[in-house]
């Protein structure tokens, strides 16, 4: 059997995902979610999921929820089950990896399940970054005194002009590939895919179930006529080429391919596996670069092998360079678009990730996934995954 053949190969022991949503989007400061905090957020996602998958939330056996900022993150994720109707029998953790939280929560409950601990758990991703934005990370002055470490607690904005000035990656060149990440977005929001992957949630009284993010009509011109957005340490970033500050959670459910097949779930994917790498905290944007050909490396494949790949697009400035130096087809990276256009709750993306990239290859019959972002404070993170879902028929929502 063929390394390819063995990753396909359908097992009973297989850790395999049988629910990937995600709520709409939401702009920061002046989007749908700007006055829901995250419990909010996670109590109307939890209650949503029981309600699309008839799942009885006394099976489940754990949760695990990427969050970065939200204060008292297990606490309010616990809270949030709770008040959804998931019973106090049901543990709750959450994990951060800052970029990477959503996959590293995925990873989790995942590895619980290989292990043998649990069969059944949910991970969610979650963010609300309009009311729990970036804390300034502060160390002591003998900690700073060391040149990475001092590196690795300075703001996002920094390290995408440190990568641009690096590796020379201009503003026109970011400005191109932001281009091509707000068209892709508007057009596949114009055509309802977005809608496959969105859950309807309700809050307060109203259904939220479309972004707010894109912004149709963006042009190279429009792009060019924006100022930089961090001048005291370079020009090329902007704020329509970098990814954007916003709002929402996203949910896989996961289980092992005999109990859903016991239980009568449907299979919407499989988890092979994930990587995680650390690079120079001065330029933390190229982790994709270290972290999709590890992952890779660790299962046999070759980045030929991989249908889809999702790549957050913090700023364009280490989206271009990742994409360049991997030498990967564009044809193949966010062809929906990506966080540029989207925008990148950080909780979220590793979550959403999964959920946009399964869609994807749901609709082109398509395989093989693989999802990658870079991480604060420089590291990178990847996963692979496989689409089981049946091919949609013409018209067809999933």
Known sequence: MSILSSILHKAPHDVVITFAKR????????????DVPVDEMMQALFTATLRETRLDPAKIEDICVGMCHAPSPTYVARAAALAAGIPASVPVSSVNRLCSSGLMAIRSVAHAIQAGEISLGLALGVENMTLNPRPTPI??????????????????????????????????KQDAYALLSHTRASTASARGLFAEEIVPITLRGATVSVDDTIRPGVTRESLAALKPV???????????????????????????????EQDGMDIVGKWV????????????????????????????????????????????????????????????????????????????????QVVTGLAELRRRDAKLLCTSMCVGSGMGAAGIFVNEARPLAAGAKL
């Not at 709520?23 to 700007?34: E, P, Y």
């Not at 002055?141 to 040149?147: E, L, M, R």
């Not at 370079?234 to 289980?255: F, Q, R």
Request: net charge negative.
């Open 23 to 34: 709520t709409a989007l939401g702009r920061t400061k002046k989007g749908q979610f700007k």
């Open 139 to 172: 160390v002591t002055d003998t900690v700073d005194a060391q040149p990475q470490a001092h590196d690795c607690i300075q703001p996002m904005g920094w390290t995408s002009e440190m990568v641009a000035q690096a590796y020379a990656v201009p503003r026109e």
């Open 230 to 260: 961090f001048p005291q340490w370079g020009d090329a970033t902007t704020a329509g080429n970098a990814s954007g500050i916003g709002d929402g959670a996203a949910v896989c459910v996961l289980t092992t391919r005999a109990r859903a």
């Open 273 to 352: 596996g994930s990587a995680v790498v650390g690079v120079e905290p001065r330029y933390m944007g190229i982790g994709p670069v270290a972290a999709i050909p590890k992952v890779l490396a660790q299962y046999g494949l070759s980045k030929e092998d991989i249908d889809v790949y999702e790549i957050n697009e913090a700023f364009a400035s280490q989206f271009a360079y990742c994409v360049e130096e991997l030498g990967i087809p564009m044809s193949k990276i966010n062809p929906n678009g990506g966080a540029i256009a989207l925008t990148h709750p950080l909780g979220m993306t590793g979550v959403r």
